[in-house]
C-alpha cells in the first residue's frame, strides 16, 4: 500500500517555465488536496477536490491549477512559474469529510 | 476569517517532562479539529481528530483535549523520540477547508 506518491521530490525551475506536479493515491480517497509550506506561515490550502471532477480553490490558488479525471490523481500544474512559488509542495488525501488527512512526502520546488 | 493560533512556538522539555502544547481558534461553526505531527523532511502524519467540545483522546504519551475556543496536546513523559512538529488544523463552517496553525516544535533532550 503506497499510500499517497508525489512527484518529483525536488524541482528547479526558472521564472516563466510550467510544470506539474504529480499526485496520486491508491487507497480509493474521495477527498484531495495541494498544500505549500513556507517558513513562518504553516500549509496553506492551493486547491482541493470532493471527489472526481470537482474541485474548488482554496486559500492561494492564483497561479495554479488543477484538475481530478480520476479519483485517484490529483496533478497541480504551475502555469508561469515565479519566485514565490518557491516552498515545499504537498498533496493530501482523505476517505471522506472530517477524517484525518494522508499527506505524501511532499516536493521541495525552487524558482530562479 | 478561521484562524488558528498555536503556542509556544518552540519548546524544549527533558526526558519525561510533561508539558502541554495550544491550540487556538477562531472559526464560525467548528466542524473538526485535527492534530498532526511532522518530522524534518516529511510530510505531517494525522495523529487525532477532535469533534466537540469536552471530546478527549488518547495516544500513547499523547492526549488531546477541546473546548470550545481552544484544543491542548497533553505530552506525558515524553521521549526523544517525540521530538517533531505539532500541527493543529480547523474545519468549519459550509466548507470542506483545512485551516492549519504554523505549529509548535517540540525539541525532548535525553
Known amino acids: 500500500n503506497a499510500g499517497v506518491t508525489q512527484t518529483p521530490k525536488f524541482q528547479v525551475l526558472k521564472t516563466g517555465q510550467s510544470m506539474t506536479l504529480q499526485c496520486a493515491q491508491d487507497?480509493?480517497?474521495?477527498?484531495m488536496s495541494w498544500y505549500r509550506q513556507d517558513p513562518g506561515m504553516g500549509l496553506r490550502l492551493i486547491h482541493y477536490?470532493?471527489?472526481?471532477?470537482?474541485?474548488d480553490q482554496g486559500e492561494v490558488p492564483n497561479g495554479y491549477n488543477v484538475s481530478r479525471s480520476t479519483t485517484e490523481d490529483f496533478p497541480l500544474r504551475l502555469l508561469s512559474a515565479a519566485p514565490s512559488q518557491t516552498s515545499v509542495y504537498f498533496c493530501?488525501?482523505?476517505?471522506?469529510?472530517?477524517?484525518?488527512?494522508?499527506f505524501g512526502s511532499g516536493t521541495r520546488l525552487t524558482v530562479v | 476569517e478561521d484562524q488558528v493560533t498555536q503556542s509556544p512556538e518552540a519548546l524544549r522539555l527533558q526526558e519525561g517532562e510533561s508539558s502541554s502544547l495550544n491550540c487556538s481558534y477562531t472559526?464560525?461553526?467548528?466542524?473538526?479539529l485535527f492534530w498532526y505531527r511532522q518530522d524534518p523532511g516529511k510530510g505531517p502524519e494525522f495523529l487525532f481528530t477532535?469533534?466537540?467540545a469536552g471530546e478527549e483522546k488518547e495516544k500513547e504519551r499523547l492526549k488531546a483535549t477541546l473546548t470550545k475556543k481552544e484544543s491542548f496536546l497533553h505530552i506525558t513523559a515524553p521521549k526523544p523520540e517525540d521530538s517533531a512538529t505539532y500541527l493543529c488544523?480547523?474545519?468549519?463552517?459550509?466548507?470542506?477547508?483545512?485551516?492549519f496553525g504554523t505549529g509548535t516544535l517540540l525539541a525532548v533532550q535525553p
Open positions: 493530501a488525501s482523505s476517505p471522506s469529510d472530517l477524517r484525518g488527512y494522508t
Open positions: 487507497m480509493n480517497h474521495e477527498y
Open positions: 477536490s470532493v471527489g472526481a471532477g470537482i474541485t
Open positions: 472559526v464560525s461553526g467548528l466542524r473538526g
Open positions: 477532535l469533534y466537540s
Open positions: 488544523a480547523v474545519e468549519g463552517g459550509a466548507t470542506n477547508k483545512l485551516i
